[in-house]
């Protein structure tokens, strides 16, 4: 069975994309700032917030791939015109926001103070 689709599901990508971009530039801006002295050296970062840091830089890697994998199957579904694929769609779609409630956890984390 064919179905017409009126809009390409792959509309959708650049959005989600940029959720994500926007994910990580919170989780970058809520940084603290350091002022550097030209005699002073800087403190030195401490490892935590490396540590918070990484875990929001590959929540977002995960938000990015889990949007390519939604993309990829609906595309598939605009090209077919077949609805076959709906179930493993619908799988993709629940395992991106998992990835979404990950990043947002991560930038919740990497926003509290540091001990």
Do not use: F
Not at 22 to 39: F, I, K, N
């Amino acid at each position: 069975m064919r179905l017409p689709l009126s809009a390409p599901p792959a509309s959708v990508l650049p959005a989600l994309r940029r959720t994500g971009l926007a994910l990580l530039g919170l989780g970058l801006l809520a940084a603290p700032a350091v002022a550097e002295s030209p005699t002073a050296p800087a403190a030195p970062v401490p490892e935590s917030w490396m540590v918070r840091v990484a875990r929001m830089e590959g929540a977002s890697v995960d938000v990015e791939a889990a949007a390519g994998r939604v993309a990829a199957v609906a595309g598939e579904i605009a090209a077919t015109g077949r609805i076959h694929s709906m179930s493993r769609l619908s799988a993709e779609v629940a395992e991106l926001q998992r990835k979404v409630t990950s990043a947002h956890l991560a930038a919740r984390v990497l926003d509290q103070p540091l001990d």
